[in-house]
Antibody
Framework: EVQLLESGGGLVPPGGSLRLSCAAF????????MSWVRQAPGKGLEWVSI????????AYADSVKGRFTISRDNSKNTLYLQMNSLRAEDTAIYYC????????????????WGQGTLVSVSS | DIQMTQSPSSLSASVGDRVTITCRAS??????LAWFQQRPGKAPKSLIY???SLQSGVPSKFSGSGSGTDFTLTISGLQPEDSATYYC?????????FGGGTRVEIK
């Protein structure tokens, strides 16, 4: 059974940093692309970032480019999101999402979602 | 960026009804279109990919159709547990973008 368990969320002041983690279980983690998707309170879904199966290729939404960094450790079956220079508008539930494959287009087709971790940016 | 426009933004239907949600892309997306269901307070769940293919384990009451820029999600035999917000998403081109969502309420 595929499981994605996010952690690392919390309350952080504007300008602060936070690192999210996502532990993956039940599939061969190194064979699949992974993404982060966020949802601000009461709002819709917004894709944040994606990383290829090998970790070599990444992409970001313009709203986080230059501030967030996605990475993965395939030896630990774990996905990360380093978030710097946080702003109030980054307040959201952050979901870890599995791609259905390692390469385009399956890498961008989301098949499993974690339960999410809440990030609140406020002074 | 590719804009994804869903309609209606909300609907109310009775148990047993068939409902249809529409999603329009601002340009062609090679049918790389997915649908997700999000029940209140829960994480999204994947329903449909490649516009028409059912994700593993998803009941056949859900179906997707369309091509080019216009797509639909149909839910047959509406049940109380189908009360949720439904989102479409294109995964053809970065940035990956979602529609604004359609809230389905049971009368």
């Amino acid at each position: 059974e595929v499981q994605l368990l996010e952690s690392g969320g919390g309350l952080v002041p504007p300008g602060g940093s936070l690192r999210l983690s996502c532990a993956a279980f039940g599939f061969s983690f190194s064979n699949y692309a992974m993404s982060w998707v966020r949802q601000a309170p009461g709002k819709g879904l917004e894709w944040v970032s994606i990383i290829r199966d090998s970790g070599g290729d990444t992409a970001y939404a313009d709203s986080v480019k230059g501030r967030f960094t996605i990475s993965r450790d395939n030896s630990k079956n774990t996905l990360y999101l380093q978030m710097n220079s946080l702003r109030a508008e980054d307040t959201a539930i952050y979901y870890c999402v599995k791609g259905s494959g390692g390469t385009y287009p399956q890498s961008r087709n989301f098949d499993y979602w974690g339960q999410g971790t809440l990030v609140s940016v406020s002074s | 960026d590719i804009q994804m426009t869903q309609s209606p933004s909300s609907l109310s239907a009775s148990v047993g009804d068939r409902v249809t949600i529409t999603c329009r892309a601002s340009q062609g997306i090679n049918n790389y279109l997915a649908w997700f269901q999000q029940r209140p307070g829960k994480a999204p769940k994947s329903l449909i990919y490649d516009a028409t293919s059912l994700q593993s384990g998803v009941p056949s009451k859900f179906s997707g159709s369309g091509s080019g820029t216009d797509f639909t999600l149909t839910i047959s035999g509406l049940q109380p547990e189908d009360s949720a917000t439904y989102y479409c998403q294109q995964y053809n081109i970065f940035p990956l973008t979602f529609g604004g969502g359609t809230r389905v309420e049971i009368k």
